[in-house]
């Protein structure tokens, strides 16, 4: 329509905001309010001389006194800040820094990367009174989406700023984003239906704060397995156990971390429920099907969580430290892929930031860099086919203390698994040895990172497959077995092919259990990398 107008309300403060049933918002007070063309390049100039100035004002409008339809957008993105931060714009904590007041704080922030620093700890906790309501807190999405589109909004040229209809549209989806998270909500009904009511024939295992229990659930035309992780709510850190655990599965997922079916928050009940994976690392350590190659990917897996939640992989500023890890901790899939599980005792702390919590977890699994030190014990456990807690009963030490001792004294050959000695190749196990050994280092600053522990034991990977396909021991042997010397070689020179006794022994650590693959009536076959005019060369040396 030609006469239609649109109106600029010139005042936008949280003053004039009011609140009616159900915290629905109305706009009021429109004294200063002037209505303009549809054209969005009309303006007109404020009916007084001095345009009233505040923490609201938009800096353009200062320099021009010109109404505009960015004028509200911009005070809309300072009452967007407000609600965030829980401070009004000219909170005296914001006009020391400038008489702007907290639109300055925030540009200072962005510019340092900290704007997450200011929201209100209320928001971030989810905390309603002195109860803590994890549904009510922030999506990681729906937080982002928000404080994005409120930047925008205060942008500090109206060229730069949106429109109403895309701010709109921006808090559209961060709601989305927030009440999506509430998908995952179960009632305790139907936990209680899966479990039987929690009964004891369906509770697999416990710990300080919990208890674990097998649960059917219908899908399709059928069942599937859960597994129901009920917290004691008595206890107060059976209760913040909860919600770290559910914060982190929420919002860190990865392949390798265990996936989250939904969670249950009724009362004094307090349940997360997960799929269902029946197999742990520790019952498998001593078990002959775990071959080695079996095993280096278990591990692969493990340092790709790690890597993830240590935030190596670019996700985002914030680091999980998981402060459990143990053999236990990590399920196995069908198909012995593997996921991290336990994260009750785990912290979400900015990177790079040395925490002061007292390390917390199970025996035998505690250090400085708790995770990397932990993992290096569960290396050291696929590495020997025991648990540390079984070294500890047997040889009165924790396996890092075993470990350090027999590498120390060269006796590695008493401790590592016989059937990783028939199957791993020299290299292979050498770099899985080395990093292992490495995360039990006691200085902190001389421990590997997660993604350099990962690196490392994929290149233990690409050695075993290398070696594998270069050389099959079972092939090898029989056709070693089949190889008689000839007369046609007795008189020819071989002085060419002749190699240095030293050499032979450097390259099988004279002649370590580690590189035999054979024993057969007076003769033993070992694989080694010898080295070779022409390079390295993995070669099967047969002593007599």
């Known amino acids: 329509m030609e006469d239609q107008k649109v109106m600029v309300h010139g005042d936008i403060r949280i003053y ?17 309010a002037v209505l303009l063309p549809v054209d969005p390049e009309h303006e007109a100039r404020h009916k007084d001389s001095t345009p009233y100035i505040s923490c609201y004002t938009d800096p353009e409008y200062m320099n021009t006194g010109k109404y505009k339809r960015e004028l509200d957008v911009y005070s809309f993105g300072v009452v967007m800040f407000e609600i965030l931060c829980g401070r009004l714009a000219d909170d005296l904590i914001y006009l020391k820094e400038s008489d702007i007041g907290l639109v300055h704080v925030v540009r200072q922030n962005f510019c340092m990367e900290t704007l997450v620093d200011m929201v209100d700890p209320i928001i971030m906790e989810g905390r309603v009174g002195d109860n803590l309501l994890l549904h009510r807190g922030p999506n990681k999405d729906s937080l982002n989406t928000f404080i994005e589109i409120a930047y925008q909004c205060v942008a500090t040229t109206q060229d730069e700023r949106p429109t109403m209809k ?24 139907h936990v209680k239906q899966a479990t039987q009511n929690f009964h004891d024939d369906n509770c697999f ?27 004691d709510a008595r206890l107060g850190q059976g209760v913040q156990h909860f919600f770290n655990e559910l914060q982190i599965l929420l919002e ?6 265990i996936t989250l079916v939904g969670y249950c928050d009724e009362k004094d009940d307090k349940v997360i429920v997960y799929e269902y994976l029946s197999r742990s690392l520790d019952m498998y350590l001593s078990d002959v099907s775990l071959t080695w190659t079996k095993r280096l990917n278990i591990c692969i897996d493990v340092a790709s969580a790690l890597d993830f939640l240590h935030g190596e992989v670019g996700r985002d500023e914030k680091a999980v430290i998981h402060r459990d890890i143990k053999s236990a901790n990590i399920l196995l899939t069908d198909d012995w892929k593997a996921k991290l599980v336990g994260f009750g005792l785990s912290l979400i702390s900015p990177l790079n930031h040395e925490t002061d919590h007292d390390v917390c977890g199970t025996p035998g699994y505690l250090s400085k860099e708790v995770d990397i030190y932990s993992f290096g014990v569960v290396l050291f456990e696929i590495l020997c086919g025991r648990s540390t807690l079984t070294i500890h009963r047997h040889e009165g030490h924790n396996l890092a203390e075993f470990m350090k001792y027999n590498f120390g004294e060269e006796k590695h050959d008493e401790v590592v698994f016989e059937q990783i000695k028939e199957q791993a190749v020299p290299q292979s196990f050498t770099t899985f040895q080395t990093i292992a050994y490495q995360c039990l280092h006691h200085e902190r600053e001389k421990q590997p990172t997660a993604k350099e522990v990962l690196m490392q034991l994929k290149k233990a990977m690409e050695f075993q497959e290398k070696g594998v396909q270069h050389l099959n021991t079972d092939q090898d042997v029989n056709s070693l ?3 008689q010397l000839t007369p046609d070689i007795q008189g020819m020179n071989l002085k060419h ?5 030293g050499d032979i022994e450097s390259a099988t650590d004279y002649f370590s259990d580690i ?4 024993s057969i009536d007076a003769c033993t076959w070992y694989r080694a990398e010898l080295d070779h005019p022409k390079g390295h060369n993995i070669v099967v040396i047969k002593r007599f």
């Open 205 to 231: 295992g416990s710990g300080s704060y919990v208890k674990l229990y097998n649960g059917k659930v219908a899908q399709g035309d059928g069942f599937n397995t859960i597994v129901a992780k009920r917290f």
């Open 252 to 257: 860190y997922k990865h392949d390798n971390v």
């Open 166 to 189: 895309v701010v709109l549209k921006e808090l559209e989806k961060a709601l989305f984003f927030q009440e999506n998270k509430d998908n995952l909500r179960i009632s305790l009904e």
């Open 16 to 32: 004039n905001i009011g609140l009616v049933e159900n915290y629905r918002a109305k706009i009021d007070e429109f004294e200063e």
């Open 515 to 518: 590189y035999k693959i054979a």
């Open 497 to 501: 092919l002749k190699i240095r006794l």
């Open 481 to 483: 077995q089949k190889l």
